[in-house]
């Protein structure tokens, strides 16, 4: 069965810094690979997806996902967090085709950035 | 172009009750998703359309809950009737419904539910 983890529940940056959030995979075959964020009260908005082709993924506001099959990993990754990136961050894996063409979600992490 | 519409934002109600959330996909996406979200967990899917028809309602609790999509656009999920645990986000998405599964699922606000 498809599963996700995120190891890290809760994580904290100071603003300025790098930030990578992992996230493993359970699939059997090639996944599709999706980086969702929540803002509190509100719904998932896309970062980024990764379907085939270039491992390395570049999202929007800043922020790229590198997929590696041997590592089963797909970790999000960000140079310079801004105080506006709190929130909270979903890996989710898309099962292909037919009628199974859903998404299986992680637990979430969710980001503090200090000034 | 506007995104997925979903109302109300916030619901609260006494267990026992009925209640009804609605959804506005994203005009063109012939597929819509509700998901319960809850609280420090990530979304789970409660059911999946494929333009009027239910393709995948395997984890929709059957007993209580109940979904429709007249006409393929708007959907209503309907709880009747309301336990404290359904406490919780309902999220609504919608994808164009692509066929080989390369879909991109655009999400609502959710409808915040608190049952007392």
């Known amino acids: 069965a498809q599963s996700v983890t995120q190891p890290d529940i809760h994580i904290t940056v100071s603003e300025g810094a790098s930030l990578e959030l992992r996230c493993n995979y359970s699939?059997?075959?090639?996944?599709?690979l999706f980086w969702y964020v929540q803002s509190p009260g509100q719904g998932l908005q896309l970062l980024l997806k990764?379907?085939?082709?270039?491992?390395l993924v570049q999202g929007i506001k800043g922020f790229e996902a590198e997929f590696k099959r041997s590592q089963s990993s797909f970790n999000l990754r960000k140079p310079s967090v801004h105080w506006s990136d709190a929130a909270e961050y979903f890996c989710?894996?898309?099962?292909?085709?037919?009628?199974?063409?859903?998404?299986?979600f992680g637990t979430g992490t969710l980001l503090a950035v200090q000034p | 172009e506007a995104g997925v519409v979903q109302s109300p934002r916030y619901k609260i109600i006494e267990k026992k009750q009925p209640v009804a959330f609605w959804c506005n996909p994203i005009?063109?996406?012939?597929?819509l998703y509700w998901y319960l979200q809850n609280l420090g967990q990530g979304p789970e899917l409660l059911i999946r359309?494929?333009?009027?028809?239910?393709?995948?309602d395997s984890q929709l609790p059957k007993d209580r809950f109940s979904a429709e999509r007249l006409k393929g656009v708007d959907s209503t999920l309907k709880i009747q009737p309301a336990e404290l645990g359904d406490s919780a986000v309902y999220l609504c998405?919608?994808?164009?419904?692509?066929?080989?599964?390369?879909?991109?699922?655009?999400f609502g606000p959710g409808t915040r539910l608190l049952v007392l």
């Open positions: 998405a919608s994808s164009l419904g692509l066929a080989g599964g390369q879909e991109t699922q655009y």
């Open positions: 699939y059997g075959a090639t996944p599709y």
């Open positions: 990764y379907f085939s082709g270039d491992t």
């Open positions: 989710a894996v898309g099962a292909k085709g037919g009628a199974t063409n859903k998404l299986i």
């Open positions: 005009s063109g996406h012939n597929t």
């Open positions: 359309y494929e333009n009027e028809e239910a393709v995948d």
